[in-house]
C-alpha cells in the first residue's frame, strides 16, 4: 500500500511538474512575441502630393448635376465643369480621370494624352497631361 501511494504521489509531481513547464514556456513565448512586435518599427507613408507650380489654381469643389444622374467637379485652369461622361468620351489634358477605387472605371484620355496616378493611391484622382519624351 505504501509504495502504490509513493507511486501516486510521484506521478502526482511529475504532471504538476508538466503543467509548470508548459505554462513557463507559454509566458516565455508570450513575451517574446510582445517584445518582437514592440520593437518593429511602425512604416507610415505619407500620401504623396503632386508638385505644386507657380501658377496652379485650386478649384472649388462644387458638383454640377448630369442628365444621366452622374456628378462632375471644376477642373482644369480655368476651373470649369468638367464635361458629363454623357457628353464626352475622353478626358483633355488637364482633366481628371477620375477617383482611383477599386470596382471604379476610370475615363480613358484623349489621344496623346498619359493618364498621371499617383501611385494607385485609392481615393486619388489621376489627371491628363501630354509626356515630354
Not at 507559454?26 to 500620401?47: C, D, H, M, R, Y
Not at 507657380?54 to 444621366?68: G, L, M, P, R, W
Not at 477605387?101 to 489627371?127: A, F, M, R
Amino acid at each position: 500500500m505504501v509504495a502504490e501511494q509513493k507511486t501516486n504521489m510521484q506521478t502526482q509531481i511529475k504532471t504538476w511538474l508538466g503543467v509548470v513547464i508548459i505554462i513557463i514556456l507559454a509566458i516565455t513565448a508570450g513575451v517574446f512575441v510582445w517584445l518582437a512586435q514592440k520593437n518593429q518599427p511602425e512604416i507610415i507613408s505619407p500620401p504623396i502630393q503632386p508638385p505644386i507650380s507657380k501658377n496652379q489654381k485650386f478649384c472649388t469643389q462644387e458638383a454640377k448635376i448630369c442628365s444621366d444622374g452622374t456628378s462632375v467637379g471644376r477642373t482644369g485652369p480655368n476651373c470649369e465643369f468638367a464635361p458629363c461622361p454623357s457628353e464626352t468620351n475622353c478626358a483633355k489634358e488637364g482633366e481628371s480621370i477620375g477617383a482611383v477605387y477599386p470596382g471604379v472605371v476610370l475615363k480613358e484620355c484623349c489621344d496623346g494624352l498619359t493618364p498621371i496616378i499617383p501611385k494607385n493611391i485609392v481615393g486619388t484622382q489621376g489627371i491628363c497631361t501630354k509626356v515630354n519624351n
